[in-house]
């Protein structure tokens, strides 16, 4: 698909906490359209945060609204709020962005209402229906972004195409493939709950986009190493 003038302009990309001993980021992201929409891609970490057993306590940094206001946002200028999955350091402050459209994978909500794992976010993402879009697979949210369903860190995870003027496609896999070590089909699952063969078709499927769309630069969603690397609001990918 070409770049459209309504397209995307901007990619941000914001840090909102980290794990320094385990080089472990926690991210999300804004995306800026031609004709003025703010498309945020999950909320980041909440301001209390639980963490499984043996996991270090996260550093918060600038939550998500923090960062936002630095670009001159507050939560009612984002129109949509792209739900990756509803994992807790991915839905942090979903409540707060009530004017805007959530869009979510079906099948991923409707594994939500009754997996455990989703229980202690519920409280973020259990917004009224109304406010929910439910989409079915592959699908061009906007023209020049495109919401790309990988199952297997959890049933009905999406990863998200942007396609920039300047830099090109950019693919940002979220969990999908959380380091680029893993962005290989031989993969194995890193937590538990996570299903494996979903897990390498996904990455499968991502890697042969990446090979047909020429796609030069790939996210990662919690890769510290990349991260270092990568332009962070209020810089930007345009």
């Known amino acids: 698909m070409s770049i459209t003038k309504s397209g ?3 990619l941000y990309l914001m840090q909102v906490g980290s794990v320094p001993e385990r080089n472990l980021p926690f991210v999300c992201y804004l995306v800026q359209t031609a004709d003025g929409k703010n498309v945020l891609i999950d909320s980041g970490l909440p301001p209390i ?8 306590m996260p550093a918060i940094e600038k939550n998500v609204i923090e960062q936002l206001a630095t670009v001159g946002l507050k939560p009612e200028n984002i129109n949509i709020l792209v ?11 979903h409540e707060a962005f009530t004017q805007a459209e959530m869009v979510v994978q079906r099948q991923h909500y409707a594994t939500a209402q009754t997996d455990q794992r989703f229980a202690a ?3 973020h993402w259990d917004q009224p229906i109304e406010r929910y879009r439910f989409v079915d697979g592959d699908t061009q949210l906007l023209p020049g972004l495109e919401l790309i369903e990988t199952s297997g860190h959890t049933p009905g995870h999406q990863s998200v195409l942007v396609r920039l003027p300047n830099t090109g496609p950019v693919l940002l896999t979220i969990d999908a493939v959380p380091a680029k070590q893993m962005f290989t089909v031989e993969r194995h699952a890193s937590r538990n709950g996570e299903n494996e063969e979903a897990l390498r078709a996904s990455t499968k499927k991502l890697l042969d986009l990446v ?6 630069l790939v996210i990662f969603g919690h890769d510290g190493d990349q991260w270092k690397t990568l332009k962070k609001l209020p810089d930007f990918y345009s």
Do not use: K, L, W
């Open 121 to 123: 976010s519920r409280p």
């Open 211 to 216: 090979q047909r769309e020429q796609i030069s």
């Open 83 to 93: 739900c990756t999955h509803f994992d807790g350091d991915h839905t942090g402050y």
């Open 8 to 10: 995307p302009q901007r």
């Open 49 to 56: 945060t639980e963490v499984p057993p043996g996991m270090p």
